[in-house]
């Protein structure tokens, strides 16, 4: 800007919204392969969360990380954040990642990441409550949260519309109107949606809260990939 001087400094307008266009735009055959790209992780992910690789007791959290690694390997395919991060969330926050803490019954799991498929990289997360012994479902807080991401979930598909910012007045009143963590209407609920078509979150638009997008959505292909699947994470018994 200083080499610039006046009056060119004033006149300079920045390109990043018109870059963010260009590159949130999917033509069809991208849009299937990025929800291939989904899906393949998924179905890697909710493996990795279930008795055919957890046995509480046993297995560290690092066991399952290579597990993934190696299912992505013997696809051919990659990884969209290199070693894939299965953690271990308290009241805290998380208490370990991918490391030797072995997995205990009643501890909740998180996997994180993405597999690289024709260079689209997801970033697909999924959580599961590993049963106590004579537990036959996740106790009803757990179960309450679990629920209140799928509402939240359906009314964001209900109002997303291609060409219209989150912030419009029918998806941010709605969330507004129907989240309810802990009994609480109208509380703060806020979902991230980005890009990562060749390089780590760079773009994409927020819904929810106050930091509510005000740029249009480009493209559906995230529409179409984010919430393909409602089921319910597989508790590992």
Known sequence: MKTLGEPWADRLVSAEKLVSDFRSRRVASEIVA??????????????????EVITPGVTALEDVAWWIWDRIREEGLDSAFD???????????????????????ADVMMIDGGICYLNFCP????TAYVLKEGEGAAPAGFQHAFDQAVKVREVIRRNL?????????????????????????GAPT????????????????????????????????????AWKRGSPPRPSP
Do not use: C
């Open 161 to 185: 519309q291609v060409g219209r910012p989150p912030r419009s007045g029918s998806v941010h009143g709605s969330l507004r109107a129907t989240s309810d963590p802990g009994n609480r209407p």
């Open 34 to 51: 990025f929800g291939e790209a989904a899906e393949k992780t998924r179905r890697i992910w909710e493996r990795a969360l279930s008795n």
């Open 123 to 126: 970033d697909v997360k999924r």
């Open 83 to 105: 070693m894939p991060s299965v953690y271990i969330t308290g009241p805290e926050g998380v208490e370990a990642s991918s490391n030797e803490r072995i997995i205990q019954r």
């Open 190 to 225: 806020a979902v991230t949606m980005y890009w990562r078509p060749s390089w780590r979150k760079v773009m994409g638009a927020v819904v929810g809260g106050a930091g509510s997008s005000t740029v249009p959505i480009r493209s559906p292909v995230a529409l179409s990939t």
